[in-house]
């Protein structure tokens, strides 16, 4: 289901992207969560190509995670063709912009430095923040960037926010939900070939996402 319009004017825009893509790790998630995505990226264009996060490094080792600018094409979303998502938009300031695209900056020249808080999850079910330095998970990230940036979304630590919040923030637009190969604003032409290859990965590993149900927008 699309939704996005393209404005007459000048605008400026951020995008968070969530998605469910069946794999174990999320799947365990949305067990104790009972949401329907459990990944949210950073996304500076409608069209995906400047997106980041903390996730895998490496997408066939879940747990070498970190800092990532993540490839919808190439990267681990391509071994999980069925993805689920939902895209959402906020409208900002040209100011907020580049403050978030520094933040950034600062994330990809220090990367070295930030791990993957896992116990930062175990905290969210526990309704405590558990915050290490240089430590964050997915929506804690997304979260960060935006407080650092001088726009807070919440009143609440960043590593309490989970991907469900941004779903549910006033502040956001929809403008794309359902498979996120069927995005309308992603190459076509790079998609065939990354469709073949996942569905080599996922037959050679048994690997074949759960049906997952619609959300209501």
């Not at 066939?60 to 999980?80: K, N």
């Not at 997915?138 to 919040?165: I, Y």
């Amino acid at each position: 289901m699309y939704f996005y319009k393209k404005r007459k004017h000048e605008d400026h825009s951020l995008y968070v992207l969530l998605t469910h893509t069946g794999t174990q790790f999320t799947t365990l998630i949305r067990q104790f969560t009972a949401a329907p995505y459990n990944h949210a990226s950073l996304a500076l264009d409608a069209g995906l190509n400047d997106m980041f996060s903390f996730g895998r490094k490496q997408a066939a080792h879940p747990w070498v995670a970190g800092f990532v600018q993540e490839d919808v094409y190439d990267g681990t979303f391509s071994r999980y063709p069925d993805t689920e998502c939902i895209l959402l938009r906020i409208q900002v300031t040209r100011d907020i912009v580049e403050r978030v695209t520094e933040t950034i900056d600062y994330f990809r020249l220090h990367q070295h430095r930030y791990r993957y808080n896992l116990m930062g999850l175990l905290g969210v079910l526990l309704h405590k923040s558990i915050e290490p330095d240089n430590a964050y998970f997915c929506s804690q990230f997304v979260a960060e960037v935006f407080k650092q940036s001088g726009c807070p979304l919440w009143e609440r630590p960043s590593g309490l926010v989970t991907p469900n919040d941004f779903l549910v923030h006033p502040a956001f637009d929809y403008v794309y939900q359902g498979p996120l190969y069927d995005y309308p604003l992603l190459d076509r032409s790079r998609l065939v070939h990354n469709r073949f290859m996942a569905s080599t990965y996922t037959a050679a590993e048994g690997n074949y996402p759960a049906e997952r149900p619609p959300v209501s927008v």
